[in-house]
């Protein structure tokens, strides 16, 4: 039957010739829509046992960067632990996952990088996913390296950040950079960043509310809103989304005094901050591991959604879990798809990851099949 007379049976169909006929429809097929700013790392990651946290003094689910005391970690676990070697870096692991869900060219990333092996592995990862790098790169510094300690359900990062903390301003600055920031429309940057260039972050931010574009950030890590707080409290009125888990809202909480550990109320607190652009509302989104993802947005009551279950079978690891999900998140954001299709897409390529090793996505691409949308990648 032609799609034309399917839609006009069922009016639920109509999204769905659109996407037929041009699954980009609402970008207009523009490309490198999504902009990405982070720290290109690659992930040392291994299976041990606890041993390994307690000798390095680690908590079994954290991301933390790597004192003196930490440095021996890489070796130990090449050795000892026979550890794989696979693309990472917060934010560059959820443009690629963003990628995934996207049609090819949509996306585009920065970061900075040595000039070695690590950085050409990066290099061919992201080609080879689609996502467009363009690095700085410090030949006088070796790339970035995160050692993932796996334990069960748990992943320990430590990171060794080298040449990911020289990213500059005059590289995003510089104009053949620029020109991709002002082609795109949607910005997406790692809370990692914060201790790196938080004027880079102020740029896009600025650039975003200045233009009524999209500017998405993650609180990555705990930490971050304990000692790189000011920077982190700087760049929140370009807020549009902010995603998290509920540890780091916890510890949101903390550093700003909030009297409460209730994840949806940390998230209407946050939505509720002023904002720089006040055409675009904020919308608050944190996911809670296995438990339901929860969604503040300011004015409008807060939306829970649920978690498929994952038997402890179908786990590999969850180092890149809450990457996945910001990317297909921002896939289904830039598609001009509903926050719920938004959230399910998300759900759906964190659960995909975690049945991989590290932070990565299962080839050939499986398509989204948005329960209310019907088919929405493909
Ligand atoms: C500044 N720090 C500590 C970091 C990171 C980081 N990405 C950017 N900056 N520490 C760990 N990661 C990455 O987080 C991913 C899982 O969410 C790891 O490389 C890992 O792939
Ligand atoms: C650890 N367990 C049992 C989990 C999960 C999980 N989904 C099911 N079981 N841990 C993480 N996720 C998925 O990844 C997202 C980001 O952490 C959830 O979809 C969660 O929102």
Sequence with gaps: MNVDVVAAITGSCVHYRLELLDPYHKMSGKEYVLFGLGNPLLDIQANTGTDVLEKYGLKANDAILAEDK????????????????????????????????????????????????????????????????????????????????????????VTDLAAANNYKLEHLKSPEIWKLVENAEFFYVGGFHLTVCVDAIKALGEHAAETNKTFVMNLSAPFLCQFFKDGMDAVTPYWDYILGNESEAAAWAEAHGLETTSVQEIAEHIAALPKANNKRERTVVFTQGAESVIVARPGKET?????PKLSDDEIVDTNGAGDAFAGA????????????????????????AIKEVGPSFPYPKHGFMSSKAGIVTK
């Design 70 to 157: 930490h440095k021996p970690i890489y070796d130990e676990l090449m050795t000892k632990y026979d550890a794989k070697f696979l693309a990472g870096g917060a934010a560059q692991n959820a443009m690629r996952g963003a990628q995934y869900v996207l049609p090819p060219k949509s996306t585009v990333y920065v970061g900075c990088v040595g000039k070695d092996k690590f950085a050409e592995q990066l290099h061919a990862a992201n080609e080879r996913e689609g996502l467009r790098t363009e690095y700085l790169v410090d030949e006088s510094t070796p790339t970035g390296k995160c050692g993932v300690v796996i334990t069960g359900n748990n992943r320990s990062l």
């Design 303 to 307: 939306v829970v959604y649920p978690v």
């Design 329 to 352: 998140f921002l896939g289904m954001l830039v598609k001009g798809e509903s926050l719920e299709t938004c959230v399910e897409a998300g759900t759906w390529l964190a659960q995909l």
